[in-house]
């Protein structure tokens, strides 16, 4: 049973960072790419980074571009988010996922993504 444990949330002022993790585990994840999303209140999931597992290409949203940094340790089967430069507009709840990546594809479309983790929160306050 895959499982995608995600940690690291928390409350941080405006400027500072946060990193943050999943944990995967229950398949390997060879040919998978490996995403961020989030999502605000009263708002739709949108796509913040994504990693493919093998090759490491990593994808990011313009809004998130220059200030977060996706990476994964094969080893350790966790991908991270590290979220610098924090901005108020960050606050969400942010969830990982895993979908199966083929060469061409997007890996910012939610629907690639069959494995979703419950969440974890951050707060930015001004």
């Known amino acids: 049973q895959v499982q995608l444990a995600e940690s690291g949330g928390g409350l941080v002022q405006a400027g500072g960072s946060l990193r943050l993790s999943c944990a995967a585990s229950?398949?390997?994840?060879?040919?998978?790419?490996m995403g961020w999303f989030r999502q605000a209140p009263g708002k739709e999931r949108r796509f913040v980074a994504a990693i493919t597992w093998s090759s490491g290409i990593t994808y990011y949203a313009g809004s998130v571009k220059g200030r977060f940094i996706i990476s994964r340790d094969n080893a350790e089967n966790t991908v991270y988010l590290q979220m610098n430069s924090l901005k108020p507009e960050d606050t969400a709840d942010y969830y990982c996922a895993a979908g199966l990546y083929y060469a061409g594809s997007y890996p910012g479309e939610k629907g690639m993504y069959r494995y979703w983790g419950q969440g974890t929160q951050v707060t930015v306050s001004s």
């Open positions: 229950g398949r390997t994840f060879s040919g998978y790419s």
